[in-house]
C-alpha cells in the first residue's frame, strides 16, 4: 500500500515563474489536504478538497495559487508568478473520511531564487 | 494566536528518561491528535483521543486530555534515540474539519 506521493521533493523557480506541486493520496482516500510549512513552525492549513470540489480554501491566498483534485490524476497545487515569500514546505495529506487521521506526503520544498 | 500550543519548545534528554510534552488550545474540540515529525518528511498520526476521552494509551505512549483545562498531554516514556523529532498537537475546534496545529515541540534523546 502506497503512503501519500508527492513530487517533486524539491522545487526551484525564479522569482515570476509557476510552480506545480502534484499530490497521490492513498489508494482509497477521496479527502485531500494542503498545508505550508516554514521553518521551525506548524503546519498551516491551506486547502481542503475532495474529488473535482474544493471543500473549504480559506488558509490559500486568493491571488496567485490555485488548487485542484480531478476526478482522474493527482491533486495539483499551482503557483503562479511566485515570489521569495512563497519559499516553503507544501505538504498534503489524505485520508478517506474528514473525521479520520490524516496521513502525509514527505512534502514539496520550493525554493524561489 | 496559535489554537494548540505546544511546551515545551524544545526538549533534549537521555536515552531511557521519559518525555512528555503539553498541548494548550483555546476552544471546544471535537478530538485532539499528535504528530511526530522527522527531519525532512511529513507528519505521521500518533494517536487520536475523543473529547469524551481522558486517556489513552498506544505502546510507549500515553496520552491525557483534560477539557476543563482545555489541555493534553504527550507521555514517551523509556525513550530512544529513535523517538528523536517534533511532535505536533493538532485540534478540532466543535464542528469543524480543519486541524490547526501548533508550533510543536522539538524532542532530542541523546544515545
Known amino acids: 500500500n502506497a503512503g501519500v506521493m508527492q513530487n517533486p521533493r524539491h522545487l526551484v523557480r525564479r522569482r515570476g515563474q509557476e510552480a506545480r506541486l502534484r499530490c497521490s493520496p492513498m489508494k482509497g482516500h477521496s479527502h485531500v489536504y494542503w498545508y505550508r510549512q516554514l521553518p521551525e513552525e506548524g503546519l498551516k492549513f491551506m486547502v481542503y478538497l475532495q474529488k473535482e470540489n474544493i471543500i473549504d480554501e480559506s488558509g490559500m491566498p486568493k491571488e496567485r495559487f490555485s488548487a485542484e483534485f480531478p476526478k482522474e490524476g493527482p491533486s495539483i497545487l499551482r503557483i503562479q508568478q511566485v515570489v521569495r515569500g512563497d519559499s516553503a514546505a507544501y505538504f498534503c495529506?489524505?485520508?478517506?473520511?474528514?473525521?479520520?487521521?490524516?496521513?502525509f506526503g514527505d512534502g514539496t520544498r520550493l525554493s524561489i531564487l | 494566536s496559535q489554537q494548540g500550543e505546544e511546551d515545551p519548545q524544545a526538549l533534549s534528554i537521555q536515552e531511557g528518561e521519559n518525555a512528555t510534552m503539553n498541548c494548550s488550545y483555546k476552544?471546544?474540540?471535537?478530538?485532539l491528535q499528535w504528530y511526530r515529525q522527522n527531519s525532512g518528511r511529513g507528519l505521521v498520526h500518533l494517536i487520536l483521543i475523543r473529547s469524551n476521552e481522558r486517556e489513552k494509551h498506544s505502546g510507549r505512549l500515553r496520552v491525557t486530555l483534560d477539557t476543563s483545562k482545555k489541555s493534553s498531554s504527550l507521555l514517551i516514556t523509556a525513550s530512544r534515540a529513535a523517538d528523536t523529532a517534533s511532535y505536533f498537537c493538532a485540534t478540532f475546534p466543535g464542528g469543524s474539519y480543519i486541524p490547526t496545529f501548533g508550533r510543536g515541540t522539538s524532542l532530542i534523546v541523546h544515545p
Open positions: 495529506a489524505s485520508s478517506w473520511d474528514s473525521n479520520q487521521p490524516q496521513h
Open positions: 476552544t471546544s474540540i471535537n478530538n
